[in-house]
């Protein structure tokens, strides 16, 4: 028998409330990345293999210290539109339609939300608040997690 919309048929019931929630709760650990100049093929590989819907386009940041920085997300939907032009393959950073949108791990998850509905991005990277650095990706279908199984 299928479940209902009220019957839970998976979850916890020891997620905070969405107004209780920060980003840290929500969020996905870890970030895969890509070159800038990876081929939209190479992306949708990734994507697929490791089962997730974006990943950060890294690459040394212009300044020429050899340092590494995220250049922005490529997601599912912007490979199928970037990524199955005719003619040259696009590459991730060709692909990449959003700007960037970072949160940081203690913000609260209705501020993450708001964010995400003004740049209207499904997907915000989560940095390291003393390093600068990606820990992180908090995703819309995550805050839905929050809101489907968060304590009442």
């Given at each position: 028998?299928?479940a209902?919309?009220?019957?839970?048929?998976?979850?916890?019931?020891?997620?905070?409330t969405?107004?209780?929630?920060t980003?840290?709760?929500?969020?996905?650990?870890?970030?895969?990345?890509?070159?800038?100049d990876?081929?939209?093929?190479?992306?949708?590989?990734?994507?697929?293999?490791?089962?997730?819907?974006?990943?950060?386009?890294?690459g040394?940041?212009?300044?020429?210290?050899?340092?590494?920085?995220?250049?922005g997300?490529?997601?599912?939907?912007?490979?199928?539109?970037?990524g199955?032009?005719?003619?040259?393959?696009?590459?991730?950073?060709?692909?990449?339609?959003?700007?960037?949108?970072?949160?940081?791990?203690?913000?609260?998850?209705?501020?993450?939300?708001?964010?995400?509905?003004?740049?209207?991005?499904?997907?915000?990277?989560?940095?390291?608040?003393?390093?600068?650095?990606?820990?992180?990706?908090?995703s819309?279908?995550?805050?839905?997690?929050?809101?489907?199984?968060?304590?009442?």
């Open positions: 028998m299928p209902s919309a009220d019957t839970p048929s998976s979850g916890s019931y020891l997620m905070p969405l107004e209780h929630a980003v840290a709760d929500a969020m996905h650990p870890g970030v895969l990345s890509c070159e800038p990876a081929t939209a093929t190479e992306v949708a590989r990734m994507m697929s293999q490791h089962h997730v819907h974006c990943l950060a386009v890294m040394s940041d212009p300044d020429g210290s050899g340092e590494q920085r995220v250049w997300i490529v997601s599912d939907l912007d490979l199928l539109e970037g199955t032009r005719p003619g040259a393959e696009a590459t991730a950073a060709a692909m990449v339609r959003h700007e960037l949108v970072n949160v940081e791990p203690s913000t609260p998850l209705r501020d993450a939300l708001h964010l995400m509905l003004t740049h209207r991005a499904a997907h915000l990277l989560v940095v390291d608040p003393k390093r600068r650095q990606p820990i992180g990706v908090l819309t279908l995550d805050i839905a997690g929050v809101m489907a199984w968060g304590e009442s």
